[in-house]
Every structure is written in structure tokens, then in C-alpha cells.
């Protein structure tokens, strides 16, 4: 889900073509673009740089912008170029270089950027290039640059022609608007040739001589023949063809097929000992339009689209065609050992159950239906008995919907004997997410179907930064990830970055998403997986909220957890999930720790700044010590809850704890085999507080009660909700002023209900991005899980003041399955809600993650402000762990005691239990007293639950498990 949507990582890209030394984006229609001369005095490619002139020569609008050179705002001189009126999310104005540029050329780039209006905004620039064929590419320069009115925003970055300027009809520097309504300023543009690096370090030690897994990387043509040729052959055993397998780069104008490329990465691969990877074979993106349609001049009409019987001939004569030439050409000698033959299929948005669809793109399933999965896996094997065969897609390691579809497809072409032989995890992430659980989780998933998986376009972008703290950030995120690559070499066989350098990152150099920099050297990220004691910490951080979960265990389920992750020793063993909260007196720790492999010295050693190092270490076999803490044992591992004194350093809200946390794993001959931490994996913690993490200290978490009750859903406050509480919308996300909500909830037996008391003067529906209008948006936690990514329980309702609907999540993808009605007031407007809980039996006492926003448009229809009850990061589209709570309350009374589970349980026991839901609904399990008893879902299968009961506080006491509002049986299993 997404409050904004962005273009899709079109992963399998470097999307770009073979033109440039970068991976590009495939774009809108081909254009011509005008002829223009650059200044051979001083090496600059651009006339007219800093906009003096009135004179836009060598510019091109594309007929959806309106430049014109103004003093309204410059960065040197008098004036700069403003663009205005911009109709394309996805195409810009244009600088032509196609005459200026050469061929296997490197040049720099610098400009700056200003916004014209007070609304910040984001910027990409790019050089954009269309080939002989159409086809059109983008590189980019820099990618995501936010940009304000108050100052300027210096850009920079490089190109690399790596296409013969015969095969280019169109190349220039483009820039591209995230927000179409927003103008902006350019000036001062530098376009001036460089030399290339400083050359390979050779005395590195090589990555593919550190892993057991296969260390792969994407290339384009041009990295072949130049410097990035030795780094590809010292550093990794495998090769992937950027662009040049892909089906458009495949084909001439004729539409016959031309393999002159493609077959010199196979000679490459042969000739320097390196395995090849073989991508792609079928995709939406970068495939011929005849392919799909009888009308080139209106190839995306479905009425003009082939039948189903012609596509499916197309799809098996190129497959067969691309297998058999080089299996016919190579033979034994040839280096493939898999392909990608089915390319990104699965729906973002769990549209088609879970397969993309038209409305995604994929003309594939709008012909041929889902099932076209099934006829290309199916061709390819009878093209290539022995090659392996793999699913290829990006957003699967987020472990939400689209992994869950990925794995029903998966499943479900399995069950079938279609031959499948793995999944492809494109995996461009961030430097914070998603977690490395989350990656854990995926991976081991698909492995669960005994299918091999494969990280195939592995990079880390910085978002937009480039500073020492934030490459540093970068360096932990790769040793998080090969540890984690390494630890799972049961299912991780191979590795594939994408892009050996970060000249060559579709991502541009100003993420920062390589291993090495775009002079080719190393940066803090290798030297972390080849020397790890010599990289530097940035401490970690998180939220703690105030309270004390002693008096009320309830609390522990409003706060989210984070993990210790990061291994000192080892690349893989326990972790564990890490909640806090604090109160004047006591910082209170729950850690859930996994360890398959119990002893009695493992356990946990939790670290405090209180004066200097506080250490206290809690065992399996003999606690905490003088701590109080308890030690529980589970299913999965154990279980620590422990308090530390901190009254002494007078903790207050907006304060600071230096903390951290390491999880120490004993094999059964007592031997230590790994170390975890959430901070400082350079194990300085017993003598040092400078590396750890940062506890944030917070007010207590939100928590608001949702009252039993039915409004009708039309627009119009009922009587009902006079009964219910109301909370504010008070949380800044983007400005600091502008339109708010007063909020209330109530629910029933089949809804969760929110009306809206919208404050906003001005009402403006104008901007084509729904986020952008005047609206509201309801974020819904069913589990209350507080996931870093979400599941399918979890859905962004948004409802602008028109009543137009619209969001993201598979819980709320069905547009029709909610319902909600608008009004105008003499304040603003009203929004009334009904959302469905069918993934639960609600039922009093039943804990929600919740949050609310308000989304203010200004009279130009750009969004100038964004607040929320709850979350602050702006990530609510995609990230479930900073919601608030809502309890549900005053319903009426439908629990069920069931006596015969009722046990005499003690501090040290648990008990197990299987409970099997007659009705299909989901359970809610109550259990005892507030603050003795906790309950822990272990696992479900099929309608059977199986729940832990454990206490966390007193002994003695009898338990018993309330199922509310479900007939059960309950077998005790322990």
C-alpha cells in the first residue's frame, strides 16, 4: 500500500538497454529531439548553461511543459529555466546530446534544482535515449532528489554511452516530476567528459572467494570491454545480461531475431570461467508491441489485441528460439545454468489473485489469463530439459501479500507438475528495510516447497544521501544481508548483485546502492563482508513508550519490536525480537528469543549507559541474577522479561537511553557458536558505551477504545455516536499546519466503523494522484502485529471528500467490500466508514492497529500537508509498526470459559494448547488475570490454533483459556 505511488522497482532492469552504463527505466512514446553544438572551448556539452540568454535551443518540452528562461530565481547570474504547465509524471523536458556525446565515453554531470512553490517536491534527472527500434531507455543521474522553494539542490552524477551512436535515434538529459503540479527551476547545468576511474583494486580479497554461494553480477555490454570488465572477473563467478537477453533487445527492426550481443556475454562468461545466468524470457516491460497487438499506431487498445492462440505461438517459438540457440551454438560448453522465464507476474496489489493484470501492465494475463505462467515454464523445459527454471520478481522479501501470492503460485504450479525448479528475489531494498527477519521468513518460505532461491538483483539504496554516517548505515545492512545469504545456504545458492559498481546502478550514484563507488572502488559496504572489525558503528535506534506492563501485560501488545540482527560472531543463530517501555523507575524489557538449539548458558546480556557500562546477563539456567527478570521457555526458544532500575538517571519524555542487547547461542557441548546484537557487532559493549543504541524516549503509546455500536454509513452523524470517544489528528508528517480530523470509531460483530470531522478551508480534487487530494485514510492492523511489512490482514482505506475510494493492501483492495459516504460542512467535510473485520471474531477486550490521516490540498491541487493520530515516518502505506492501538469495548458479554483447560501454573511452566475452531473464525484468546498470565500464537494449522500460556508474573494462580465469541475444542498438547 502507498500513500504515493512510485514507478515499480522494474527490477529486472537495469532496465536500461545496452545504450548506457547504467540500468535504465523503459518510458513513453519515442520523440525526435533537435540538433544542438557544444562549447569546444571550455569541454562544456551545453550551450547556454545558466539560462542567460532567452535563446532554449537544443531543448524540447515533448509537448508536455512550458519552459522559458526567467529572472524570477537563478543560482548564479540573473536567470534559470522554469518549467511550468508539466503534464507527465513520466516524461520531461529534454536537452538534446546526441551529437555532442561519444560512444564508450564517460561524462559528469552537475546542475541545480529549486522548486517554485513553497510545497516541497521530487525531482529525478536522467539521460533518456530511444534506439532504432523505438525502444526508449532511461539512465539515471540522480534518482528521488527532494527539492524546496528556499534554497538550491546541487545534483551530480555520470553517463556512459555503451551503444554505437548508429543504434540511437534519440539521447539526451531529462527530468522527470514526481508531482505533475509542482513547477520547478533549473540552472547552472555541467555537462563535461571525464576520465573514467582510477582503475581496479586487484590486491582486493574477491568476494566469490568468501561465500559458499555462487557471488553473481548484472552487467551491460559496454562493462564487457572497459575497467568494469577486471572487476567482474576478480570479484564475482557469475553473470547476468542486464538488458541484452531481454525479448526488445533481441529483435531487429525486421522483427527477426539478432543475437550478436547477446552472444558476446556468453563468450565473456566462457572465456573468463563464470557461470551465466539467462534473463529474461517473458515480461510486460521491454517486449515488442507486435507481439501483443494488430495495431502498432494503437498498441495498448485491447481491441486490436491477438487472440490468445496467436500469443501463446509467439511465446513458444521465442522461447524455443532463444533456448535452442544457445544450447545449439554452445553445447557442452555452454555457461548457463538457469533462467528467468517468467519475469515480475505477481500483481502489486493482489489484483487477479495475486497475478498482474491490465491494469498492471501485463497484456500476458489480459490474452492469455493467469495461466500463461504455466504455458512459458512448460515451453521452456521442452526447449531445455536441463536447464532449471525460475519465477523472477521484486517486493516478494517484504514477507506480505505478494510473497504469499508469489508462494500460492509457486505451490500451486507445483501441485500442478509444471516444472519449476525456483524463485528469483530481486531484492532492492533500503538501508531500513524491510527487516532482515522479514528477508529470513521469505527465503525460507520458498525453501519450504523445496525450491532453490536465488537473490538475483540485490542492491541497497541510501535514499538520496551520500555522507560517511549514511554509507556506514549501507555497509551493516550488506554484512546483515550475506550473513543472513550465508546462514541460509540451504536454499541461497546464488547471489546476484545488480551492477558492479555504482556508476552503473539504475539507481543512480546519489543512492549509493553498490559495493563500489563510480570510480570502481571500494566502499564501507565490501570492506564490511570482507573485514567486517574494520567498519565503523552507527548506533541504532527505536521508540520506547512510557508504561509499565508489570501492572498491565496488555501493554506489551500497543509497542513494536525491533531485532538484534547483526552478528559479532557467526552468520546465523538465535536472535530476538526486542520490546521496551519505561516508567520513572524502570526501563522493562521483553525479549522474545528464537534459538533452535537450547542450552543452559544460553541467553542474553542487556547493556546500560547508567554512568558508565551497566551489564546484566540473563541465563537459561540461572536468570538474571540480581536483575529481576524471568526466563520463560517456548516452543521457538525463550522468552526474557526483565526490569532495570533507571530512576537515578530521572528519565522524562524526549530523553535518551544508551542500551543495547546481545543473544549469546551455546551449542550442546556448551561451545559459544554465535553472537547477536541490535547495536555495536563490533563487541565493544563491555568497555564502551560510544556504540550503543539510542532508546528514544517516548509518551505512552496511543491507545483510543472503539465503542460497540451501528451507525448507518451515510455521510450524516448518527445519535450512535455521541457514545464515542473522540482522538485528534496531531501527528505532522509533512508541513506543520493545515487541515485536521477529530476522529471515532465503533465496531460490531462485522465492522469496524470511523467517522471523519474533517477541518479544512480550502477543498481541492484537481491533482490525478488520489494521496494528493483532499481525503482522508484509515490504516487498519487487524493482528495488531505491528509488522515492518504488511500482511494480508492489513489494508489503507483512503476516501477523498468527493467519496472517491481508493488504497492499497490486500485487505482493502476490493473496493467494494468497504463502504464509506461523504458530506460537506460549514468547516470542511465529513467522512463515514464501515470496514469489514472478517478476518476476526471481534469481540471486547480485541486490540486493533489503527491509524488515521488526513491528507490537505492546497487551491493548485498540490498537497502542502499530511498529519496522523499515530505514525510519524510517513510509511504507513507499507509499514504496520508504528500504528496506534484501538480496544474494542462495551460489546456485549460472549466469552466462553472452557473449565477442563484450567491448570495450577508456576512462574517456571507453560502449557500448551491445540484449539480448533468450529466456525472458521479467527480466535481471540483472554487468559486469566491482567498481568499474571501472557498467551503466545505459536503456529496455525489449518483450523487448529496452537496457543502458549505462560505467566509473567505471580505463581500459584489457576488460568484458564476465554475464547471470545467462538465455539472451540481444546486439547492440551504440551
Not at 492489513?794 to 488504497?807: E, F, L, M, T, W
Amino acid at each position: 500500500m502507498r500513500n504515493k505511488r512510485r514507478p515499480g522497482v522494474r527490477a529486472a532492469g537495469f532496465l536500461l538497454a545496452a545504450v548506457m552504463g547504467f540500468s535504465l527505466i523503459s518510458v513513453g512514446p519515442a520523440y525526435a529531439a533537435g540538433g544542438n553544438e557544444s562549447n569546444a572551448t571550455t569541454g562544456e556539452l551545453v550551450t547556454n548553461s545558466g539560462f542567460e540568454s532567452s535563446d532554449l535551443s537544443g531543448w524540447n518540452n515533448n509537448g508536455i511543459s512550458t519552459l522559458s528562461s526567467t529572472t524570477e530565481a537563478s543560482h548564479s547570474g540573473s536567470r534559470s529555466l522554469k518549467v511550468e504547465k508539466i503534464g507527465s509524471t513520466w516524461m520531461g523536458p529534454l536537452y538534446n546530446l546526441l551529437t555532442p556525446v561519444q560512444y564508450h565515453h564517460t561524462y559528469q554531470v552537475s546542475l541545480y534544482l529549486k522548486g517554485a512553490q513553497s510545497a516541497a517536491t521530487t525531482e529525478s534527472v536522467l539521460v533518456h535515449r530511444v534506439d532504432k527500434n523505438g525502444v526508449g531507455y532511461d539512465m539515471s543521474i540522480a534518482q528521488d532528489v527532494s527539492i524546496s522553494a528556499k534554497e538550491w539542490t546541487k545534483v551530480t552524477g555520470q553517463f556512459t554511452l555503451t551503444e554505437k551512436k548508429e543504434e540511437v535515434t534519440t539521447l539526451g538529459l531529462m527530468f522527470r516530476s514526481k508531482d505533475a503540479s509542482k513547477n520547478y527551476y533549473v540552472d547552472d547545468i555541467s555537462i563535461k567528459e571525464i576520465s573514467q576511474t582510477n582503475g581496479v583494486q586487484t590486491n582486493l580479497t574477491p568476494l566469490k572467494s568468501k561465500y559458499d554461494f555462487t557471488m553473481g553480477c548484472a552487467a551491460v555490454y559496454s562493462d564487457l570491454i572497459d575497467d568494469h570488465a577486471q572487476l567482474l572477473t576478480h570479484h564475482f563467478d557469475s553473470l547476468t545480461a542486464g538488458n541484452e537477453m531481454k525479448a526488445s533487445s533481441l529483435y531487429n527492426s525486421k522483427h527477426e531475431l539478432d543475437f550478436t550481443t547477446a552472444d558476446k556475454f556468453v563468450d565473456f562468461a566462457i572465456a573468463n570461467n563464470m557461470k551465466l545466468r539467462g534473463h529474461n524470457l517473458v515480461w510486460q516491460s521491454q517486449v515488442p508491441d507486435w507481439w501483443f497487438t494488430t495495431n502498432l499506431s494503437d498498441p495498448d487498445n485491447p481491441k486490436y489485441f491477438v487472440s490468445k492462440e496467436q500469443l501463446l505461438k509467439t511465446m513458444k517459438t521465442h522461447i524455443t528460439s532463444v533456448l535452442q540457440h544457445f544450447k545449439q551454438k554452445y553445447g557442452s560448453k555452454s555457461p548457463f545454468y538457469c533462467w528467468d522465464v517468467v519475469n515480475e507476474p505477481i500483481s502489486n496489489s493482489h489484483q487477479n489473485n495475486g497475478i498482474k493484470g491490465l491494469d498492471e501492465g501485463s497484456k500476458w494475463e489480459a490474452i492469455i489469463g493467469p495461466e500463461y505462467i504455466d504455458y512459458a515454464l512448460r515451453y521452456a523445459h521442452e526447449a531445455d530439459p536441463d536447464m532449471k527454471l525460475f519465477i523472477n520478481d521484486y517486493g516478494i522479501v517484504n514477507d506480505g501479500q505478494k510473497t504469499t501470492d508469489l508462494y500460492n503460485e509457486a505451490k500451486k504450479l507445483l501441485q500442478a507438475g509444471v516444472p519449476l525448479d525456483g524463485i528469483g528475489l530481486q531484492m532492492h531494498i533500503d538501508v531500513d528495510s524491510p527487516s532482515i527477519s522479514s528477508i529470513k521468513d521469505a527465503i525460507e518460505k520458498f525453501g519450504s516447497l523445496g525450491l532453490e532461491v536465488q537473490v538475483t538483483e540485490l542492491d541497497v539504496s541510501t535514499g538520496g544521501k551520500t555522507d560517511a554516517v549514511t554509507l556506514a548505515k549501507a555497509a551493516r545492512r550488506y554484512k546483515q544481508l550475506f550473513d543472513l545469504f550465508e546462514s541460509e545456504k540451504k536454499y541461497i545458492k546464488v547471489v546476484t548483485v545488480w551492477g558492479s559498481a555504482d556508476d552503473g546502478s539504475w539507481l543512480g550514484a546519489n543512492n549509493s546502492p553498490m559495493l563500489f563507488d563510480t570510480a570502481l572502488q571500494a566502499k564501507p559496504a565490501f570492506n564490511a563482508l570482507v573485514q567486517a572489525a574494520g567498519t565503523p558503528v552507527v548506533p541504532t535506534s527505536a521508540k520506547s513508550c512510557q508504561g509499565n506492563p508489570t501492572a498491565d501485560s496488555a501493554l506489551w501488545s500497543t509497542v513494536s519490536a525491533w531485532s538484534t540482527d547483526t552478528f559479532i560472531k557467526g552468520t546465523g543463530g538465535a536472535t530476538a525480537a526486542v520490546k521496551t517501555m519505561w516508567d520513572s523507575k524502570n526501563l522493562y524489557v521483553q525479549a522474545d528469543v528464537t534459538d533452535s538449539t537450547r542450552s543452559a548458558k544460553d541467553g542474553i546480556t542487556l547493556y546500560l549507559n547508567n554512568n558508565g557500562v551497566k551489564a546484566y546477563p540473563i541465563t537459561l539456567s540461572n536468570s538474571g541474577g540480581k536483575l529481576k527478570a524471568a526466563v520463560q521457555k517456548t516452543d521457538t526458544g525463550y522468552t526474557v522479561s526483565a526490569a532495570i532500575p533507571i530512576q537515578n538517571l530521572k528519565p522524562a519524555v524526549g530523553g535518551q537511553l544508551q542500551f543495547d542487547v546481545q543473544v549469546l547461542d551455546y551449542n550442546a557441548k556448551n561451545a559459544l557458536t554465535s553472537i547477536a546484537t541490535w547495536s555495536d557487532f563490533q563487541n565493544t559493549q563491555s568497555k564502551s558505551t560510544a556504540n550503543y543504541g539510542k532508546l528514544e524516549l517516548s509518551a505512552s503509546a496511543n491507545l483510543a477504545k472503539a465503542v460497540y455500536g451501528t451507525p448507518v454509513v451515510d455521510g450524516k452523524e448518527d445519535a450512535a455516536w455521541q457514545k464515542a470517544p473522540a482522538f485528534d489528528t496531531a501527528t505532522w508528517v509533512t508541513g506543520k499546519s493545515g487541515a485536521t480530523a477529530k476522529v471515532q470509531t465503533m465496531w460490531d460483530q462485522k465492522n469496524l466503523y470511523v467517522l471523519y470531522h474533517v477541518t479544512d478551508s480550502v477543498l481541492n480534487s484537481s491533482n490525478a494522484n488520489a494521496w494528493e487530494q483532499d481525503s482522508i485514510e484509515t490504516f487498519l492492523d487487524v493482528n495488531n502485529h505491528k509488522s515492518p511489512a504488511y500482511e494480508s490482514d492489513d489494508g489503507q482505506y483512503r476516501v477523498s471528500y468527493k467519496n472517491a475510494k481508493s488504497g492499497g493492501g490486500a485487505a482493502s483492495a476490493d473496493l467494494n467490500a468497504w463502504t464509506s459516504a461523504t458530506s460537506k460542512t460549514d468547516t470542511g467535510y465529513l467522512v463515514e466508514m464501515a470496514i469489514p473485520l472478517t478476518s476476526i471474531t471481534p469481540a471486547n477486550g480485541t486490540m486493533l492497529g489503527f491509524d488515521a490521516q488526513v491528507n490537505d490540498a492546497d487551491a493548485s491541487g498540490a498537497r502542502t500537508g499530511v498529519v496522523t493520530w499515530s505514525d510519524s515516518t510517513g510509511k504507513s502505506y507499507t509499514d504496520t509498526s508504528h500504528f496506534g492501538n484501538l480496544e474494542l469495548v462495551g460489546g456485549p458479554a460472549s466469552s466462553q470459559f472452557v473449565s477442563d483447560t484450567t491448570k495450577d501454573i508456576t512462574v517456571k511452566s507453560a502449557y500448551q494448547f491445540r484449539i480448533t475452531v468450529k466456525n472458521g473464525a479467527y480466535p481471540n484468546f483472554v487468559v486469566g488475570t491482567a498481568g499474571v498470565f501472557r498467551t503466545q500464537l505459536v503456529k496455525k494449522s489449518g483450523s487448529d490454533y496452537f496457543i502458549k500460556i505462560f505467566t509473567v508474573g505471580k505463581s500459584g494462580a489457576k488460568a484458564g483459556i476465554y475464547v471470545n465469541g467462538v465455539k472451540v475444542s481444546v486439547a492440551t498438547v504440551r
